[in-house]
């Protein structure tokens, strides 16, 4: 079973910029993805960012493109979010995601149920 443990969020104003860290601790990735979800109050949960723990491609959600982005460290089973510029939209609780499958189709890393592990998540509030 992979746990995943969330860090880095907070309060922030806008414009600012905060670090999201996701590690696994149980057992390593070879393949698989690792990604970012949001959900805001009253809203359904939102793609934001997901990696190929392979290749290290990236791929984002169209709202955070530009302002956000997404990394990984093998050796620490650890994947990354840099968020700047944040806006008071990004207001959410930011959840992480793994799967130790490939995911083939570049679509398909932003469906939340080809993810098999997910985290606590961590809140995030951007003040205007």
């Known amino acids: 079973q992979v746990q995943l443990v969330e860090s880095g969020g907070g309060l922030v104003q806008a414009g600012a910029s905060l670090r999201l860290s996701c590690a696994a601790s149980?057992?390593?990735?070879?393949?698989?993805?690792m990604g970012w979800f949001r959900q805001a109050p009253g809203k359904e949960r939102e793609f934001v960012a997901a990696i190929d723990w392979s290749s290290g491609n990236p791929y984002y959600g169209g709202s955070v493109k530009g302002r956000f982005t997404i990394s990984r460290d093998h050796a620490k089973n650890t994947v990354y979010l840099q968020m700047n510029s944040l806006k008071p939209e990004d207001t959410a609780v930011y959840y992480c995601a793994a799967t130790k499958r490939v995911i083939v189709l570049a679509r398909r890393f932003t469906s939340p149920v080809e993810y098999d592990y997910w985290g606590q998540g961590t809140q995030v509030t951007v003040s205007s």
């Open positions: 149980v057992g390593t990735f070879s393949s698989g993805a």
